[in-house]
Nanobody
């Protein structure tokens, strides 16, 4: 069974940094797009950053220049390096991936979510 496991969330002061990791495991043939979303209380889930299988990245305007998304192919992982964190960045962060299993078809998978708190 394919699953995504996230780590790296926690409490950080404004201006600080956190590194989120999301590793896919299971019978994986290929991984296409990998993304990070976030959802704050009372808000909808918003796309934060995207990285394609070819390494093309896109960012939400609110995080551009501060966050960096990358892939670790050897570990089937997607990384989100978050710098210059602001209180408005506080949210539950979810990773997402399009993964092909042994059936030969891509399916969408979500991580369990990891809490990021930005506070003095």
């Amino acid at each position: 069974q394919v699953q995504l496991v996230e780590s790296g969330g926690g409490l950080v002061q404004p201006g600080g940094s956190l590194r989120l990791s999301c590793a896919a495991s299971g019978n994986i043939v290929n991984i296409n797009t990998m993304e990070w979303y976030r959802q704050a209380p009372g808000k909808k889930r918003d796309l934060v950053a995207t990285i394609s299988s070819g390494g093309i990245t896109n960012y939400a305007d609110s995080v551009s220049g501060r966050f960096t998304i990358s892939r670790d192919g050897a570990k089937n992982a997607v990384i989100l390096q978050m710098n210059s964190l602001k209180p408005e960045d506080a949210a539950v962060y979810y990773c997402y991936a399009e993964i092909m299993g042994r059936a030969g078809i891509y399916y969408n998978y979500w991580g369990q979510g990891t809490q990021v708190t930005v506070s003095s």
